[in-house]
């Protein structure tokens, strides 16, 4: 089932982030709410060399204040820079991208190690990243505040019931040596709440633990996005993330592509009611993958679904009682956009390996089209 995400067109002249997306249907929120996220049309490009790597591709994204959300997809889709970008540790190339009102790619520098400090908390795969190895617990949820400018006795009492908090108040005084990785993400997480963020990025937090203990620290996401109506984000290749959740949304080739939503529904118990039958154990939660549509009308259908239906390059649509449905383009020349994909190719494997320079050369001596030309070696 495809449902629509829509966020706004690339020419809405706005002023803040509510009248952005006026009519936005949101997975998670309340009717009315104004965002605390807004992603529109955001665009990040790096330069490695001579080459420029497009991180991200218009990519459209609305998250509502306090939600929990999970963000999956490959190595090299994006889902890692789109934290970066809103944790203010890169600036889009182009587009918006708003948090709490603020328009990330107006900020100047100064403003923007503010946001970082005084707005974001930061939970990284690694421990090493997380937190100072010589340093025990209660020092380090320390430091975010001492490096703001804080002391006294009101540091000391946030980091005591922080670490309380994340269930770490007997083993304060402990190294980092002296804590188990589940332990460690633990205090990392208190790290991160030290200076009392209204967001909460998490990339890979689970990465480096056993599946037992990865299921504690997303049921302490919970219960602090419970406690504190905390707005968090995680990145994860973790399968089972969905349960863990509000909704899940899926980055493909830098844009927005599936989003998962989860729903309980009266189901039949597990158990006899009244012999050990919870609230839980009462409904059964339901799982739906939608595709994601832009604003300009674009989707991603999945490669395998192409692949099954001999879709590729060009299809047909034809408006159907109950929606619209794709077909393959049969009896159609599509040489040319064989030729386009055959010059794309020859691109990913020019960075992978020669170069422009590479590519430059091949084109020369024909073995890649020229794109409304007469094709390869030979006139073929």
Partial sequence: MMAERLGTSPDTATSSA????????????????????????LVKIYKVADLEVVALQGLDLVIQPGELLGIVGASGSGKSTLMNVLGGLDRPSAGRAWVDGKD????SNR????????????VWQHGARNLIPYLNAFENVKLPMTLAGKAGRMVNQRAKELLETVGLGERMRHKLSELSGGEQQRVAIAVALANDPKILLADEPTGELDSVTALTIYELFNDLNREFGLTTLIVSHDPTLARHVHRVVAIRDGRMATETVRSRVNGTPSVTPGFGADADQMTEEMFEELTVVDAAGRLQIPKDYLLQFGIKGRARLEMTEDGILVLPADN??????????????????????????????RLKRGDLPVIGGRGRKGGE
């Fill in 111 to 122: 403003e923007l190690n503010e946001y970082r400090r005084s707005d974001v908390g930061f």
């Fill in 332 to 361: 159609v020349d599509l040489g040319h956009v064989q030729d386009a994909e055959l010059l794309a190719t020859g691109f990913e494997e020019a960075k992978k390996a020669r170069g422009l320079s590479g590519l430059l050369q």
């Fill in 18 to 41: 509510a009248e952005l997306v006026p009519k936005v249907a949101y997975a998670a929120g309340e009717g009315g709410a104004k965002p605390f996220i807004v992603c529109d049309n």
């Fill in 104 to 107: 990330l790619l107006k900020l």
